[in-house]
């Protein structure tokens, strides 16, 4: 396990470093300069103003000094500064990256727990009207736009209903400490996550029933049958067993792309995560704090695909560490 771990490990560096070339070429490669704009934004856009600004953010160096320099600066974890928020990238990261976690990670179990559950549900009733209407739920989530659902959920829950807030983390002014801002949070975060949620519980629940359907006519499940265990035991430790390994699997690679329905989901909601701030930065041409927030969310990626590898495998025993 540990050379499984540290080879994944390697990996990983690997892959971030690479992204952290395509991220840093890709933004060069956008139109506009960034100098123009801070001189824009501060009312004087002489050649002279805009020059000086080139030369305090150090983009008039060649494109490949400034590549080592961005490297250098991820190595020793140091991810610049924003010259639009006057101030580091890893402090601004760092103040949205908590409300970021906890939106997707609640998303994330919620799609998981109810997508599994109700796949599960519509293979034991497969070609049962319960079976029908989890399908058609699934399909339907699946194919609407996240934006369009969070705007419906926002006019039917929070101004129609008053079930729950409409926009923000929590109650402005309110002073809350302790467990009752805890639960003020958790009103606020009800909407934007099963929102979020929504979208991916489709998927699993689709994925968790055409496994269950694949594994149930499988020669061991027979045998069991013919042996005489009970039905429910069946499902449990046999059927359910096997067929959550794929859903697990797929799990693993949707848990970085929720970091990038985030972005949708926390701009409709007011979320201040990091995809907000990530909608900002490009606003404002802000590049450093996009390379900034694009390698965070990379190393997310790589983390949540790593921790994949190591369910997967206590799941799994069968398969080998060093594959």
């Not at 934007?192 to 061991?220: I, K, N, Q």
Request: glycine fraction near 10%; charge should be positive.
């Amino acid at each position: 396990m540990i050379a499984f771990l540290a080879s994944r490990l390697v990996k990983g560096v690997v892959v971030l470093l690479a992204i952290a070339v395509l991220n840093f070429a890709l933004i060069r490669a956008a139109p506009g300069d960034p100098a123009t704009v801070m001189a824009g934004e501060a009312g004087a856009a002489d050649a002279q103003f805009v020059e000086q600004l080139r030369v305090r953010f150090g983009l008039d160096r060649p494109i490949l000094e400034q590549l080592g320099i961005y490297l250098k600066g991820i190595v020793t974890l140091d991810l610049g500064y924003s010259y639009r928020q006057n101030r580091s990238v890893a402090s601004l990261i760092g103040d949205r990256l908590p409300a970021t976690l906890l939106l997707t990670g609640t998303a994330f179990v919620i799609s998981l727990a109810l997508g599994t559950l109700f796949g599960a549900l519509a293979a034991a009733r497969v070609g049962r009207i319960s079976d029908s209407l989890i399908t058609t739920g699934a399909l339907l989530f699946y194919a609407t736009p996240l934006f369009w659902v969070a705007l419906m959920s926002q006019i039917v829950f929070s101004l129609k209903l008053g079930l729950v807030p409409n926009v923000g983390y929590e109650t402005i002014g309110a002073g809350y400490t302790g467990l009752a801002r805890v639960l003020d949070i958790g009103h606020h975060l009800i909407l934007p996550a099963v929102t979020l949620g929504l979208f991916f519980t489709a998927l699993y629940a689709r994925m968790m029933r055409a496994s269950m359907l694949e594994v149930a006519g499988a020669d061991f499940v027979r045998t069991a049958r013919a042996k005489g265990v009970a039905p429910g035991s069946i499902t449990r430790r046999h059927v359910a067993r096997n067929a959550i390994l794929p859903v697990v699997t797929l799990a693993g690679l949707q848990a970085g792309q929720i970091v990038g329905g985030a972005i949708l989901t926390e701009t409709v909601f007011a979320w201040p995560g990091i995809g907000r701030l990530m909608f900002e930065a490009l606003a404002q041409r802000d590049y450093q704090l996009l390379l900034g927030v694009f390698f965070c969310s990379s190393a997310m990626v790589v983390l949540f695909n790593l921790v994949t590898d190591v369910i997967y495998r206590l799941v799994d025993p069968r398969i080998e560490v060093g594959a």
